[in-house]
């Protein structure tokens, strides 16, 4: 069943006025360049220099991106937002740590997260990154099959148990796991760890769910391939389907390194990878589960329709829509009210531990051509409709 997405009274119905005036106002500054890069560099430098910045960070695009500085603190975002039946995924998003006891703390801290989400009908997933359990040159020495020395291969060891840990507890308390896809080049370390995980933890019920980054030409072939592999050993698969984030950083890399570039040459073969995964994972849901990861209303609409056709329930446990908090909210409470399974990630961390999070969405929305306008053109809209 198609979605009016353009009902703004619907996606923006949680939003005050001021709260609606904060978000207009955050869009436009984002979608001016210089600004988001002078912006950037002065925050940075703020924060270095101890100024009082912390404040005005948080009242403006921290509090529009997050739900706060800890759990306890995103708990009105997370009420609020169940309220309207979109569930959210607590995102503990302070990257770029790479010490062992980073690690450590990153650890507990998605196992306090999955005690604080057992109980709680609004927190059904809890998500992390490969990164924030080891390090990256580690995962790409293990990807390039390069031989690790004996310390190596005790931290390779410790960084396998805190996979393991994280998905035993989300089976343990019902707590899905989604594990974020990063970096093309740690990629194949963290698919083959991840398969042995949906072997341990996927056999009756999904609790395990991998990414996978259409951007990438090559990974239609590979999620039929382990689908193959998944049901002659007999266990389901769980993926995150999203286009992908890191597209510049990628091309750059290849050209530097003289290698073919993984990123599809277009956005439209991106385009067709993304609908073409949805597809074949929509009509392979008895062993597959998916969660679309996306922004994007054609893709969104897609995943309707295959489900109309199909004659598969709006609220169907085995798909779920999921955008970021601040973002798309046309998409995210206008499917909700349909009855369709939609989670919110929401981002939450100290201010400047979150900032280079933060950075990404400015950056990202000053580079996704079209993304920024349509926010502001939703949002203003709204701002006329609740004039009149
Ligand atoms: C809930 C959620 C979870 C996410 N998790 C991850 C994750 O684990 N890992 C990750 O990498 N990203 C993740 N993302 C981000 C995601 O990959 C996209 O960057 C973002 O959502 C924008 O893509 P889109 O589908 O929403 O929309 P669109 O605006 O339609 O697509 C933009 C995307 O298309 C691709 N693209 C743009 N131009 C080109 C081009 N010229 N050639 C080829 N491709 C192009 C890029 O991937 C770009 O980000 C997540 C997003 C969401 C909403």
């Known amino acids: 069943m198609a979605v009016d997405f353009n009902n703004t009274e619907i996606a923006f119905h949680l939003k005050s006025d001021s709260e609606l005036e904060r978000a207009y106002f955050l869009f436009k500054m984002i979608s001016i360049e210089p600004f988001v890069r002078i912006g950037t560099a002065a925050t940075n430098f703020a924060l270095k220099a101890h100024l009082p910045v912390e404040g005005l960070i948080r009242s403006t695009v921290f509090d529009h991106f997050c739900g706060g500085v800890n759990e306890h603190d ?3 975002v997370i009420n609020k937002m169940y309220g309207s039946k979109v569930y959210s995924v607590l995102d503990y998003s302070v990257e770029g740590k790479s010490q062992e006891d980073k690690f450590d703390f990153a650890l507990k ?3 306090n ?5 057992k109980d709680k009908d609004a927190l059904p997933i809890a998500v992390f990154k490969p990164s924030a359990f080891g390090r990256f040159d580690l995962y790409q020495k293990v990807s390039e099959n390069k031989p690790l020395t004996n310390t190596e291969k005790e931290e390779w060891q410790r960084l396998k148990v805190r996979f393991e840990t994280v998905c035993a507890s989300g089976k343990l308390n019902n707590v899905k796991i989604l594990i974020d896809a990063e970096e093309s080049w740690i990629q194949d370390a963290v698919d083959d760890l991840i398969l042995d995980l949906m072997q341990t933890y996927n056999a009756d019920a999904l609790i395990v769910y991998s990414t996978l980054q259409m951007y990438r030409w090559d990974r239609l072939d590979y999620l039929k391939e382990i689908h193959a592999k ?12 999203v286009r992908g984030a890191y597209m510049e950083k990628e091309r750059q890399r290849a050209i530097d390194r003289g290698y073919q570039s993984p990123i599809c040459e277009t956005k439209k073969i991106t385009d067709a990878l993304f609908n073409a995964a949805i597809t074949y994972i929509l009509s392979n849901l008895e062993s597959i589960h998916l969660f679309i990861g996306t922004h994007n209303e054609e893709s969104s609409q897609l995943a309707l329709e295959l489900m109309e056709t199909s004659n598969i329930l709006n609220n169907d446990p085995r798909i779920w829509f999921g955008q970021l908090y601040g973002m798309s909210d046309h998409i995210s409470f206008n499917l909700a009210e349909q009855g369709y399974n939609v989670a919110k990630y929401l981002p939450f961390g100290p201010v400047k ?3 280079p999070y933060l950075i990404r969405r400015a950056e990202e929305n000053t580079s996704v051509a079209g993304q920024t306008s349509r926010e502001l ?3 203003k809209k709204e701002k006329q409709r609740r004039k009149v």
């Open 377 to 379: 053109a939703l949002i």
């Open 230 to 241: 998944a049901k002659q050993n007999n266990f389901k698969l769980g993926f995150k389907v």
């Open 74 to 76: 995103c708990l009105p």
């Open 113 to 117: 997260l999955i005690t604080f989400s």
């Open 109 to 111: 801290t998605i196992l």
């Open 353 to 355: 531990d979150v900032m």
